[in-house]
């Protein structure tokens, strides 16, 4: 009787153990999968997953990778969507593919896919997806120059006499900002340093006259552009907008001439400020070619302002300068100034936009 008792409860105990063994067997295939996503650092688990997606484990680098897209570390979370984007697209999801690699662009723009290490797939899809500059700072200045042509709106002489307006050559350069809305078109503003330089000659009774004026402006304009990709890198663009100027400094430069003796006056750097109206008005065209490079734009264009809406002379204080009134004969006429300007122009894009489809 005692050793049946005891037989039962050593078959008891066994069955209790062996249970016990089975469970821990079940709970351990159950947290292999927790224990292998759930364990470790980011780095780690990329590293994991990219042996995954290399042996062919797809699905497990997904879910593997997947763990890692909201990491504190921006390289990690490139990496994540890097590998789902390999991934997604080795097992079909194409949809899936294009999201992740739309967001792995938007963390790293600038990237460019490499046709040794990424997929030739992976290739295509990265070039497919457009990624334009977003906000751009950079300098400008002119090449060659700055050509006003005066445009006389109404002629005033101290003498019977015919003005002749010559360009002259002045300077343009300033701080330009952009915005680029899509693909074609972006908002440019600024502010740009301009001189304008003009001549005047005009002849009475035995004298030659020859007036120089120089003009300061600070310019701001406001452009919306409409570009082109022509090849690769490079765009065609065509400007067309508005500015505004406040002149800063003004001066004259007269010069008598007695032709009968060849003697020689002249009064130079006489400010001129004080009959001037301080503000100017215009429309702005212009056209040029662009170069993106990295994370820069090089452009070369053209640009021509269009005076409207104001007058360079202030016309209360025409007759007030008496010295230039019986010394050279002189008025101001009634005149805007157009000027054209050729300029070499350098922006650094500060960041970008992926367009999503």
């Known amino acids: 009787m005692m050793m049946r008792f005891m037989n039962g409860d050593l078959n008891y105990e066994n069955d209790c153990i062996k249970f016990m063994l089975k469970t821990k067997v079940v709970l351990f295939l159950i947290l292999i999968p927790a224990m292998l996503y759930g364990q470790g650092t980011c780095k780690e688990k990329l590293y994991k997953a990219n042996l995954l997606y290399e042996s062919g484990q797809l699905n497990e680098a997904i879910e593997l990778a997947k763990s890692c897209t909201d990491s504190e570390t921006e390289s990690e979370r490139w990496q994540a969507w890097h590998l789902l984007s390999k991934a997604y697209l080795a097992t079909g999801h194409k949809a899936e593919a294009r999201s992740s ?29 457009k990624v334009i500059p977003k906000f751009s700072l950079g300098l400008a200045a002119t090449i060659g ?58 002849d009475l009774e035995g004298l030659a006259f020859n007036v120089k004026e120089q003009l300061n402006y600070l310019n701001a304009p406001a452009i919306a552009r409409f570009s082109f990709e022509v090849r690769n890198k490079w765009r065609v663009f065509g400007d067309a907008g508005i500015y505004t100027g406040r ?57 021509y302002y269009r005076a409207a809406f104001y007058n360079v002379t202030d016309t209360e204080r025409r007759y007030r300068s008496e010295d230039l009134f019986y010394r050279y004969y002189y008025l101001d006429d009634d005149l805007r100034l157009n000027n054209f300007v050729l300029s070499l122009s350098f922006a650094y894009n500060l960041n970008y936009r992926v367009l999503k489809n």
């Not at 709106?153 to 019977?160: I, Q």
């Not at 008005?281 to 820069?296: E, H, K, P, V």
């Open 101 to 129: 690699a739309e967001i792995m662009l938007e963390i790293n723009p600038t990237y460019k896919p490499s046709k040794v290490k990424d997929p030739a797939e992976l290739v295509r899809l990265l070039n497919s997806i």
């Open 145 to 202: 120059g700055s050509w006003t042509t005066p445009r006389v709106l109404k002629t005033f002489n101290g003498a019977s006499y015919h003005k002749e307006y010559t360009t002259d050559q002045g300077f343009q350069s300033g701080l330009i900002i952009g915005y680029h809305m899509n693909e074609i078109i972006s908002l440019h503003t600024g502010l740009a340093m301009t001189q304008k330089r003009y001549q005047i000659d005009y």
């Open 247 to 303: 002149l800063l400094s003004s001066y004259s430069h007269f010069e008598r001439h007695f032709t009968e003796t060849g003697l020689k006056e002249r009064e130079k750097d006489l400010q001129s400020i004080n009959r001037r109206n301080m503000w100017e008005y215009g429309s702005i065209f212009g056209a040029g070619i662009m170069l993106r490079f990295r994370q820069s734009e090089w452009t070369l264009d053209g640009r």
